[in-house]
């Protein structure tokens, strides 16, 4: 079980820049794929993006190609999620997630088994 706790959240004003952290507790960390998913009030979780366990693969959702990136130090045990030309339907609790059984990545929630408690990214016009 991996623990994960996200922080970077906020107000910013359209346009802006806000980067997300995921520190995670377990030590083999680099075992874990990694995820980032939103919900805005009264939508169903949405992915976000992924990454794969070294790194070297990611995926996005077609909103945010091109204007997020994610990233991973194993190192330090962290994912991030650098959100750039951030829009107003941005705005949504963001949440990391860890998946240590596919073998691909993927854009489902039930494929991840462990979950932060989310931070909140808010984005005025």
């Known amino acids: 079980q991996v623990q994960l706790v996200e922080s970077g959240g906020g107000l910013v004003q359209a346009g802006g820049s806000l980067r997300l952290s995921c520190a995670a507790s377990a030590r083999t960390f680099s075992n874990y794929a990694m995820g980032w998913f939103r919900q805005a009030p009264g939508k169903e979780r949405e992915f976000v993006a992924a990454i794969s366990w070294s790194g070297s693969d990611a995926y996005y959702a077609d909103s945010v190609r091109g204007r997020f990136t994610i990233s991973r130090d194993n190192a330090k045990g962290t994912v991030y999620l650098q959100m750039n030309s951030l829009k107003p339907e941005d705005t949504a609790v963001y949440y990391c997630?860890?998946?240590?059984?596919?073998?691909?990545?993927?854009?489902?929630?039930?494929?991840?088994?462990?979950w932060g408690q989310g931070t909140q990214v808010t984005v005025s016009s």
């Open positions: 997630a860890a998946d240590g059984d596919s073998l691909v990545l993927t854009t489902f929630s039930f494929a991840y088994e462990d």
